[in-house]
């Protein structure tokens, strides 16, 4: 039984369309990851999710139960934004002690309550503080602390790692993972960010020109998107996309490349993954193309180069080899196996 439905969701505001006819579903107990570039109504859908904003049409049930008349209390849904919210005034115990205390719960309760989940969030130190006596990582850990004493069903959380820096960010979002699992609630997480999506998504869903543009686990929409704009929105570096004309029996294209496809389109692009490109052959069937490389970074073990491929196409590439000579035009090759053939259209034909 799937834990969320959204079915056939539309939202204006005014005469601008956002939403236009979202549909998806999320398990019991899973991390979902709502993906989309900035505008994308993410927010939007979040909110209609949580009875914060009304939709124009369509229907969301929880447990197959429609809720399109039920308040947020009501719905059994948390909501956990950026700027964490937290009431300045009040300690870190008052803060997570409020939601209950709206809803009438007896004092000893809420103590009880907030203890445990402070004990399973790892604040109990904290509980005495005030907002402005925190880092943001603390910040945050308490935003989720006042949402986990409510006990809700559904979490939705709006971006909440994008006031973090880069390191407390990655530690909090192997955390946040950690303590979904050990919760076993359903989350819902909005962001921007590929490698946010990817990395916590037990399934992620893109959001683009209002509707939900693929489902599906983060490896199988990596490695099979739909189209162009999927293609290019997920990985970073992102995949090369080099424009090909069938010319008789073969299609010719940037890179200078050379190659047979079974195709009747005249026009397509091919999409290679910056990883899947070699300076040395690896199988007899490689394509041959050509750069000159312009930048060579290392990254680690490996080394970004970035090439160029005529005067204004760059083409970049993740090598293990580190000893690259710049300037000079070199041979690189790849795999048609491994490459995206995507149409006029720009949705991908491989399959
Ligand atoms: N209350 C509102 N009134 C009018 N337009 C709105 C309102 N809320 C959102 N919008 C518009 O709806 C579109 C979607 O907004 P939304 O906040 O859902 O996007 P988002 O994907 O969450 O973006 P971001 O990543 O920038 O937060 C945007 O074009 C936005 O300007």
């Not at 989350?187 to 490698?195: E, K, L, N």
């Amino acid at each position: 039984m799937a834990d969320v439905k959204v079915i056939d969701v539309y939202k204006s505001y005014g005469k601008v369309p956002v939403l236009k006819g979202l549909n998806f579903d999320i398990e019991n107990g899973e991390f979902f990851v709502l993906l989309g570039s900035s505008g994308s109504g993410k927010s939007t859908t979040l909110n209609i999710l949580a009875g914060l904003d009304t939709m124009d049409s369509g229907k969301i049930l929880f447990d197959n139960n429609a809720v399109n008349q039920l308040s947020p209390v009501e719905r059994g849904v948390a909501m956990v934004f950026q700027n964490y919210a937290l009431y300045p005034h009040m300690t870190v115990f008052k803060n997570m002690a409020f939601p209950l205390k709206m809803l009438n719960y007896k004092k000893e309760s809420i103590i009880r309550i907030v203890n445990e989940v402070a004990k399973t969030l790892d604040i109990t130190t904290l509980l005495d503080r005030y907002p402005r006596e925190l880092s943001g990582g603390q910040a945050q850990r308490i935003a989720l602390g006042r949402a986990l004493v409510r006990d809700p069903k559904i979490f939705l959380l709006d971006e909440p790692l994008s006031n973090l820096d880069a390191n407390i960010r990655s530690k909090i979002r192997n955390e946040l993972k950690l303590m979904q699992e050990e919760l076993n609630r359903t989350f819902i997480y909005v962001t921007h960010d590929q490698m946010e999506a990817m990395s916590l998504g037990d399934h992620i869903g893109i959001l683009h020109n209002g509707l939900l543009e693929q489902y599906g686990k983060p490896i199988d929409i990596y490695n099979n998107p739909v189209n162009e704009y999927i293609a290019t929105f997920l990985g970073d570096p992102e995949m090369n996309m080099l424009s090909c004309r069938k010319n008789g029996n073969i299609y010719e294209g940037e890179c200078s490349i050379q190659f047979k496809l079974n195709s009747e389109d005249k026009n397509i692009t091919l999409g290679v993954r910056p990883e899947n490109i070699y300076l040395h052959k690896q199988n007899d069937d490689d394509i041959e193309g050509k750069i000159v490389p312009k930048i060579s970074e290392l990254l680690g073990s490996r080394t970004l180069i970035i090439g160029m491929a005529g005067s204004d196409k760059e083409i970049k590439i993740i090598t293990e080899e580190s000893d690259i000579s710049i300037g000079k035009e070199i041979p690189v090759y790849f795999n048609l196996n491994k490459c995206h053939v995507f149409n006029e259209k720009g949705d991908n034909i491989n399959k």
